[in-house]
Structures are given as C-alpha cells and as structure tokens.
C-alpha cells in the first residue's frame, strides 16, 4: 500500500520535471508559470435550490422582495376577511417581466399567509396582519432540472414553510399540495397575477 503511494509521488515528480525541463517559462522568475487548468465552477441554479432540489425560504425576502400585491381572503366563502396574502418576487425578476410578459428561469416568488384582526378605524372597517401562518415559495425553473422530484414540475419548484418552523419545507407532492389549486391560473404560467399591479397590463378577472 504504502510502497504503490511512494511510486505514485515519484510518477507525478517525474512528469512534473519533465514538463519544466522542456518549457521555455523554466527561467522565468517566479518558477514555472505554464498553463493551468482552472476547472470551472459549475454554475449554481438558485441560492434557495440546493443540488437535490431542496427549496429554501428566502429569509430576506421582506426586506430586499419587491412586494407585487396583497389578496384579502376570506378563507370561508362569503365570509369575513380572515386572512391576507402578501406575494413578494425579487427586483430582478419583477424587472425582466415587466420587460418579457414572463417570469425567467431562477425567478422566486413568495407570499406569506398573516392572520388578522379587524376592526372600525378611521378609515372603515379594516383587517390588518397579525401572526405569520404559513409560507408558499414557487422558483422558476425552465430546464426542468429535476425531473423525479416530487416537488418540481409544470416550470416550477413548489414549497410550503409553516410559522412554527420556517427552516423546515413541508410540501410532499406539488401535483396534490398545490397543483389542482393553481389551475385556473395556468394561462398566466400558474401565478394568480391578476394581483399584482406592479407587473403591468394583465387581466384583472
Ligand atoms: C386551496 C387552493 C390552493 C392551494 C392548495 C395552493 N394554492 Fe397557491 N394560491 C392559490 C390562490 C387562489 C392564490 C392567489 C389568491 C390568494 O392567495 O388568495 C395562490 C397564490 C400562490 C402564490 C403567489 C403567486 C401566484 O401564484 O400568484 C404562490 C407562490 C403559491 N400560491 C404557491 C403555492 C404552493 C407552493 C402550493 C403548494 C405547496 C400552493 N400554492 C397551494 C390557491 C392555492
């Protein structure tokens, strides 16, 4: 074992002496400053991807997301107003929208579900967030990368973060967790847009 190791440092030492005996950059200063092969990092998807497709929530997204707009939902039909709907995409994306008519590969999308309270202000009756309830991310993914996945498909990463845990992605199966939902939005790449102002001309029914 430790014999085959010993030879294989006098190869390489060998060859090493030979490629510097015969190259004109020997007398250089600095020594041998011949090609190097720079292997290329290979360029990462997404920084909330990892390498098996695990989707991460964006903990900035509050702060660097552009907000695209808010629904007021009454979780029972006819109801009160009992949830809000915050959708959230990065500047970048928002951008190449406004620019395309469509969300690039790598876009991410977040809204996060708040309870709220309501009540008489100034204004009228108004329902305002209280605690964060869950989180839904979607990331674009044109490639189709990872096709097996449970999580991946129809150009989308699907995840689900609950408030009591949001390291922790719960989703098991887009096509039963989310897909059937998101089908009336198909037309529009799956996104409800009609909510969201800031990306332009778009239905609003
Ligand atoms: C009960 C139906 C339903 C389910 C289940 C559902 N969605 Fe949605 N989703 C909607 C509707 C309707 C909207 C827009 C209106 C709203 O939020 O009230 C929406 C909006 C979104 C948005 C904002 C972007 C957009 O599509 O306009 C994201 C992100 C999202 N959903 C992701 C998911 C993910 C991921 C899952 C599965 C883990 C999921 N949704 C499951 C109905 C659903």
Known sequence: MLGLRFRQIAFVNLAVVALVGSSAYRWLPGGFAGPQAVAAEPEKFSSYVDDN?????????KTTFTHLGTFATASKVGGEVDQ???????????????????????????????????????????SWATD????????KDSKGRFRGNALWGDGWGWALFKGSDPQKQVATDYSTDCRACHVPAKKDDWLY???YPVLGDRETK
């Open 84 to 126: 809000l709907h915050g959708v959230y995409a990065r500047p970048e994306d928002v951008e190449a929208y406004q620019k395309d008519g469509k969300f690039p590969d790598g876009a991410v999308i977040v809204k996060d579900v708040y309870k709220t309270k309501s009540g008489n202000l100034t204004t009228g009756t108004v």
């Open 132 to 139: 964060i309830d869950i989180w839904f991310v979607m990331i």
């Open 53 to 61: 497709g695990n989707i991460a929530l964006p903990a900035d997204y």
């Open 193 to 195: 847009v009609r909510g």
